[in-house]
Nanobody, 129 residues
Framework: QLMLVESGGALVPAGGSLRLSCAATSASINHLAMAWFRQAPGTERKFVAA????????YYEESAKGRFTISRDNAMGTGYLQMNSLKTEDTAAYYC??????????????????????WGQGTQVTVAS
């Protein structure tokens, strides 16, 4: 059974950068699309970024465009989220997710929580003003 383990969350000042990692254990991620979601206290979990299984296509939530970069290293079994120019509103628990859905079904549904069958436990990102 695939397990996802996030790391890299921290307290950073506004304008700072962080790189989150998502390590897969017990199974390969080569055939899975990956994504990052985030959840602030009292709010719903929301889509941040996604990447297809071969890394050729990436998708971003509007506020992440130009600041965040999603990537993956299938040989290492790890996904990443590089976050630059962090803002206080980026403060949230960040969750890694993986999906076996591909093609147009993934393209049409990458921002939907229900697309993903594997989830990590989350890592906290706090951006201080």
């Amino acid at each position: 059974q695939l397990m996802l383990v996030e790391s890299g969350g921290a307290l950073v000042p506004a304008g700072g950068s962080l790189r989150l990692s998502c390590a897969a254990t017990s199974a390969s991620i080569n055939h899975l699309a990956m994504a990052w979601f985030r959840q602030a206290p009292g709010t719903e979990r929301k889509f941040v970024a996604a990447i297809t299984m071969n890394g050729e296509s990436t998708y971003y939530e509007e506020s992440a465009k130009g600041r965040f970069t999603i990537s993956r290293d299938n040989a290492m079994g790890t996904g990443y989220l590089q976050m630059n120019s962090l803002k206080t509103e980026d403060t949230a628990a960040y969750y890694c997710a993986a999906s076996s859905i591909f093609g147009s079904q993934f393209t049409d549904n990458y921002a939907d929580l229900r697309t993903y069958e594997y989830w990590g436990q989350g890592t906290q990102v706090t951006v201080a003003s």
